[in-house]
Every structure is written in C-alpha cells, then in structure tokens.
C-alpha cells in the first residue's frame, strides 16, 4: 500500500510549540505516536519498499519544519532513517535525514555522523546508479570535515584517520578532493609529531625553569610549525629576550591593528623564521611576512628607502612562497552544513545574468564576452569555501563574485594581463587591482583542468579572503568588510548571491561545491549607515562655498543614492569647498571617506574628479562612461585637525555633456 502524504494536515493540527510544555520528551514521543505509530505499523505489513519510502519523507518533512523542538526532531530523524535505510530507493531520505540530524541536534551529532557514515557508503556502492558518484564525493567530504574538527581540537590521530580513508575512498572514485585528503592527512601526521616535540621540550622546561634555550625552541615550535604565536606568550618571560616578545605579542595580534613600524620588523622576522626550516615548513611564515609586508605598505605613505625595502623583500617573500603548498585551511567551518554540489542546481535560463551560458551533460560552459556572470543558486550566512574545477578554453581572466557581510567584491585569476597579470580582490579601499596589493603573475593554463579554492571567513565586522590554485597559494587579504567593494558594471542584483564570471574568454566549469557554516551573518560596517559617520556632505550641503567664480552645484536623489551634481564651467572646472572637523582616532581605526563617481552617459571624453585637503590633492580619478564607481580615501593622517576639504570636477578637453555627479559622500571612522 502507498502511504500518501500527511504533512499539510500535521503542520496545521500540532502547531503547539513544545517548549511550552511541561515535559517536551514525552509531548515529543506522544505526538509522534500520535502521528505515525499506526502508519508505522501499517508500512512493517507490507512487503513493498515504496511506503517505507514515502512513510520516511513524510517525516522528514516534518522534521524539517520543527528544528526549533529537538527531541521531535530526534525521533523524526531516526525513523525516517530506519525507513529509508532498508532500500535503495530510500538511501537519499536517509542521508538527509541523519543530515538535518547532525546539524540539529547537538547530542545526537556524532551518532547521527556515524549512520551517515554507514548510509553514504551503501550508497555509493549499492544505491542507484545516478547516485552512486555523488554520494561517494558526499562521504568523501563529510570525512575531510570531521577531520578538520578533529585537527582543531588537536586530536590528530582521529583526524589522521578520517583523512586517510577519505583519501583512500578519493583514489578509487578518482575525485578532486584526492589531494586535499592527502595534504590535509600529512597535516594531522606532521601536527601528532609536532605535539610530541612540544611535549618533550615542556618536560625538559619543567626541569629547569631557566633552560631559556628550550623556552625559545617551544615558542619556536608554536609560531612556525602550529601558526598559533598566542599559545607562544607564556613562555616568553623564561626565553628573556625583549625583542622576541615584542615580535611574538605583535604575531598574536590581528594584523590589521600592528603598527606600521612593527609590521615591518614583523615581515622580516618572519622571514628569518622561515630560512630556518625547510620545504613547504616555510609556507607559514612566508605568508605571515606577506601580509606583514602589506600592511607596511599600506600604512607607509612616502617613497623613500623604507618602502622601497619592503617592496622588494615582499617581491622576494612572494615568489619564493607561489612555490610552497600552505597547510589547509579547517575543514570545520562547514562542519554543520552539507556541502552542495552546486552544478546540480544550476538551471542556466534562470541564473544566468549576462554572456551566453549552457549547460550540457555535468559541464557547465561560458562565452568569451566581457563580464560574462552567471548566478550561482545558493547562498550563504557566515563562512564558506568555494571549490571551482575549470578549464581555461581562452587566454583572459575568471571572476568570481563574493558576498561580504552586506556587500560583494570581486576575485579574479590573471586580470591586468597589460600590468603582468594580476589575481586579487577588486575593490579595496576603492583601488583597482594594480593598486591595491594583488599577487603578480600569470598562473591560468589554456586547456588545463585547474582548481580553485576560495574560503572567506567573516569575524564580526573583519572578514578574511584566502584562494589557492591547484593547492598552492594564491592570495590572501584581511581586513574590515567595508574596505571591500564590488564596482556596478559587475552587479548581480542581488548583494548575497555568489557568481561566476568571465572577461572575454571561455570556460568550461565541471565541478561547483559550496561549502558554509551555519554561523549568523557577519556584523557589517556599511557607508550607507549613520554609525561611525563623521561628516555627511549632502546633509551639510548649505555649508559649502564655491570654489571658483561661478561655480555652482546642486543636490538630487535616486532610490538608493543622493548625489551633488556638478558640471565643469567654461573655464574647465567646478569645486565646492567644505570646512569639516577630523576627530582623533583611536589605535586600529581610520578615517575613510567614501562616495560615488559617475558622469552623463554622452560625455565625449570624461571626467576629472579630484579630491583636496587643504589645498593638496588626495585623490584624482579620470571617469568616461556613466558607471557608478565606488571610490575610497583613507584620511586618517589628517585626524585631529580641521580640514577644508574640496570636491573639484575638470574637464578633459571638451565640456560637451560632461554632467557629473558625487554619490553619498561620507567621512566615517571605522576599524
């Protein structure tokens, strides 16, 4: 007999939250009964699978609708399971059952992990036959997972397990996530003989309090082998050196609050550490002095031998590291989520925001048009990582959109092919690639099947952007999420959406797996709110005085944007000038001021937008199509002063239809 489906009828009859019961187990226990024991009964009667089958949906359904009461979520699981798990048929219901169980209820996690373990397996060797290779990739992820949880709770030798037979499934099935088995299996192995070093120089320090030579190996130990310097602090009074715990407080601090001074001495130091271990060992520390490097730079404002110092020892740092695989990143932060095979949702009519896309037989494949974007039909609330198997079929870049926080940022591989090739974010602080720190170089191969790995890891209002390409290191940035923008010609519509993307080349994309945590969306730190804000200069638009005979500007609004509106007078140019009050900022925090350019679509040869304070220029920016472009000008240097700022518009040569326009100019002080 069928069991035809009830779920409807149920929502609508048990609608009484049982939290608001005295006993929730057996409120639980009698409203399934109530619900299902007869069924139960009735399916156990048959000798067809289809009404187990059906019997288990109907529950699962349910249980899908009443994650808030945990122990009916329980029972609804685990029958569903019982059901499912007896046919073929029924595998798919058990694996989402066990699933939504894990990620559910917490105490029932690890056994529910342990039947899924069970299911996937029958699955992928007993389970239909379109199936059977996705399950198999299922398992193989689900085991890498629990893997990284276990690396994170320093269990490495269950973690050595898990990634050995993940690596071990993943050289049968011949999956791509082989060689993150295998490097995160190395990982587990190299940390357990880490952890056995560690142990042993602690004993010997417990002997001799004053033994500062084994104090010094240990802070070693925690700084270039575990990337972990906090764990390194205790023991800096027994190792007795200044200049050491300087370096190693300054490590343990987020790199966006070091002091341009430290960072510099920190980027060498790490260095250093570096030359004193061998082979991908040295991944760590490089990267660390990366990202040291950049920061100097980013703070360090004049030309002089310093900058030209950090440059070049960065350069040096860089190139040397593009040869090293870095240590995986945790697996865990989509531990509590399923990963998605994101091709299997794509419909391409429906997804697809500009280029020509299609679809044919598990490959997915873009035109050579420029800013080719297709929707990805997910999304995401916390940190995720975003695997992309492609194949470059042209000699230009790949894109891929990101959501940050409330915003989107671009990634992409082998832009700027006329600056050498670059491969970053865009924007940053409203710079372009070819200003903003991206890593040089070309590293697409035409007709090569390549992997990327992109992990973003929002933490309040900071969020941190890691890439590798097939293993390697990529990038890396970090920083506060309103830094980061995405420029309009590459909008999707919808600010949460991830996207891929294309200029002017095609790509064949075979495989797409998305993989997020369950954490709450990242606090934001947006130009649009008033928190933070320091001078509005449209709400202060009556203050502004002419900054030339003649000049004029005006005020006027779209849906989301007010502007000031400008146009170069006869004599070539237009400016407002406004006296505005710069506050101290505190350690970590900046003053940015924010806005939008965007000139009259006829303009016959653009713009000149300049910005100055005090008379000095501070940002000059040439504009020739109707884009709204965001632009970002880091003013901290001027804290603590009154300033005469200066919005100025210039012609290039002709002044025909050279209309331009000022979006939501703002000061804020953000970290």
Known sequence: MRFIPIVAALACAFALPLAALADPGAEAKSVFDTLFAAKLKSVAGTPDRADDVALAKDMLMLADKSVSQPTLVALLCESAHDLGVRHADGYAVAVEAMTLLAQTVDEKRPAAREKLITVLSKQSTAGKADERESAAQELIDLLIAMGGEDLEKQQYAEAAADFRRAMTLAQVRKSASLDEAKTRLELALSRERTMKRLGSLQERLLKDATDSATAEDIIKLYVIELDDPAAAKPYLDRAKKAQ??????????????????????????????????????????????????????????????????????????????????????PASTAARSKTIDVMKQIDVKRDAVFGTWSLVNGTLTCSNEERARLKLPCEVNGAYRLSIEFTRKGDSSLAVILPVGESQVLFFVDGWLEFGGRSGLEMIDGERAPNNGATKGIYLQKGKRQLLDIEVRPEQSKVVVRATLDRKRLFEW????????????????????????????????????????????????????????????????ASGKSGSPGSHYTIRKDAATQWIHMHPLPHGENAGTFAVALPKVPRGSKLLMTFTTQVNAQSQDGVRFIVLVGGKEVFNHVQKDNRQAEQSINLTKFAGSTAEITLKVHCIASQGWDDSSWGSPLIKQVK
């Open 478 to 541: 970090s920083g506060m999420q309103s830094r980061l923008s995405l420029e309009k010609y590459w909008d999707l519509g919808d600010s949460k959406a991830i996207a891929l993307g294309a200029w002017a080349t095609a790509f064949d994309f075979h495989s797409i797996r998305l993989e997020s945590s369950e954490k709450p969306a990242a606090e934001s730190s947006t130009a649009s709110s008033d928190a933070g804000t320091v001078f509005d200069f449209v709400k202060q638009f």
């Open 244 to 329: 050491l715990t300087t370096l190693v407080n300054a490590a343990a601090e987020s790199i966006d609050t070091v002091a341009k001074e430290t960072s510099l001495a920190l980027g060498e130091w790490y260095r250093g550490l570096a030359a004193t271990v061998k082979g991908d060992a040295q991944a760590v520390p490089f990267a660390r002095a990366v990202s040291c490097f950049d920061r100097f730079l980013q703070l360090h404002e004049s030309d002089d031998v310093a900058k030209v110092k950090a440059t070049e020892l960065r350069r040096e740092v860089a190139e040397k590291l593009a040869k090293l695989t870095l240590p995986p990143a």
